[in-house]
């Protein structure tokens, strides 16, 4: 049975949390897990492979940008994403699943001295808000010891004194909808609590 969702019961759920945190194997997860269940079902990870997003992948390589010019070019990453992919998704009644959101940007370039509400404020004015926000909380040590294990060269995104700012920012979040999930724990145990947590949003949206 196809459980599309009916125009104006918009779903749109963001993982976010520090790199290292597992987002995009809980999105995977939920995505597989949704989808066996009937659910439409539409993944979209940030930044986009736009020139937006290169411009974004080669600045944390090159660390040739100031903070301001880093969000004006998530920004503009992220208009293009809403127009193309996310709004057409949501109006279509799917599911939507980011890999990183505005929550993201909130954090990372709040860390870098930018006011966090601001950020908030702009994105808003053109990003649908999400419904759920989850954050997969672990130690930025955590973070630094995963993201070395998986091969990865740290960009300047991934300093260990940074992440605990940015860890920070996401944990201060005042939002009814963020929920916090403590990503330290096995995979299964994590994997567990954020699907109970899209049932419940599931449950009390449609039913």
């Known amino acids: 049975m196809d459980r599309t969702i009916e125009l104006g019961d918009k779903m749109l759920i963001a993982i976010e949390g520090i790199d290292g945190a597992g987002k995009t194997t809980i ?17 979209f990870k940030e930044p986009t492979d736009s020139e937006w997003g290169q411009k974004i992948r080669q600045a944390l390589k090159d660390r040739s940008l100031k903070p301001e010019d880093e969000l004006e070019l998530f920004l503009k990453d992220r208009e293009l994403n809403v127009k193309n992919n996310i709004l057409p998704a949501l109006k279509a009644g799917k599911i ?22 601001h950020i908030k404020r702009l994105n808003e004015e053109f990003a649908p808000r999400p419904d759920l ?75």
């Open 27 to 43: 999105v995977k997860f939920l995505e597989g897990e949704l989808k066996k269940r009937g659910y439409d079902v539409i993944t």
């Open 96 to 117: 939507v699943i980011m890999d990183r959101y505005y929550y993201s940007t909130i954090a990372y370039q709040g860390a870098l001295g930018l006011d966090p509400e």
């Open 133 to 207: 926000v989850i954050v997969l909380d672990i130690k930025p040590e955590t973070a630094l010891k995963r993201i070395k294990k998986r091969g990865d060269k740290p960009n300047r995104f991934e300093d260990l004194e940074y992440l605990k700012k940015v860890r920070e920012i996401f944990l201060s979040s005042k939002n009814k909808n963020v929920i916090i999930i403590n990503a330290e724990r096995d995979l299964k145990s994590v994997e567990a609590e954020v699907f109970q947590s899209v049932l419940k949003l599931l449950k009390k949206n449609i039913g």
